[in-house]
């Protein structure tokens, strides 16, 4: 099994459409967070931490299930700006290379 | 302030030749990582460098590449005797510790071709 697993889509969605992503985790013991963003022949950015409580960002609502092991991101009203690849990260931890990525999601928004 | 730069933006070479990568992290950061992408594939760790603590090789695939950080700063990637499988995008990213969460800052990353 994979440390951080995604479903690598692609997902094809029309403008306006709210979209979900969910990434899922085997070490339990995995501390924070992260949604990156990878535009095509782009480095990844990040996107947003997600918080234990779940957190908003604009359209961009992450949440994060301790108890399942995955965290999501939810992007509402899509925007053609939106298509890119999101990779979702987890990190175990500081004091040693502990930083996991998935493979990503792939995502078009189309007009 | 300035990002992470890397050096060459791209870079083809011949099956057999070395080459160097460079990476300036973002100045404080004291946490260096190399990855490498293959076309439409996922994130590779190479390997990662801490302060000033051994680094962390277990990403790199064979024995023709190795690592550097300079002075906890700069960093070179060297590919001897490349081969047409090493064709991918070598990305670094530096990272800072706040409240206990470590953030990631990639550069663009340099594209390298083997003919």
């Known amino acids: 099994r994979k440390e951080v697993e995604q479903d690598p889509g692609p997902f094809n969605v029309p403008e306006g459409a709210t979209v979900a992503f969910n990434c899922t985790y085997s070490n339990s013991a995995s501390q924070s967070f992260f949604w990156y963003r990878q535009d095509c022949r782009k480095e990844p950015k990040l996107l947003m931490s997600v918080y234990s409580s779940g957190n908003e960002d604009g359209r961009f609502t992450a949440q994060l299930n301790r108890a399942s092991q995955y965290i999501s991101l939810l992007i509402r009203d899509s925007k053609l700006s939106d298509s890119a690849t999101y990779l979702c990260?987890?990190?175990?931890?500081?004091?040693?290379?502990?930083?996991?990525f998935g493979a990503g999601t792939r995502l078009f928004v189309k007009a | 302030g300035a990002g992470v730069s890397q050096s060459p933006s791209n870079k083809v070479t011949e099956k057999g030749k070395d080459v160097e990568l460079r990476c300036d992290p973002i100045s404080g950061h004291t946490a260096l990582y190399w990855y490498r992408q293959s076309l439409g594939q996922g994130l590779e760790f190479l390997i990662y460098?801490?302060?000033?603590?051994?680094?962390?090789k277990s990403g790199l695939p064979s024995d023709r590449f190795s690592a550097e950080r300079t002075g906890g700063s700069v960093s070179t990637l060297t590919i001897q005797r490349t081969q047409q499988e090493d064709s991918a995008v070598y990305l670094c990213?530096?990272?800072?510790?706040?409240?206990?969460?470590?953030?990631?800052?990639f550069g663009p990353g340099t594209r390298l071709l083997v003919l």
């Open positions: 990260v987890v990190n175990l931890g500081t004091g040693g290379f502990k930083t996991i």
């Open positions: 460098f801490q302060g000033n603590s051994a680094p962390d």
């Open positions: 990213a530096s990272s800072l510790v706040v409240a206990g969460q470590e953030t990631q800052y």
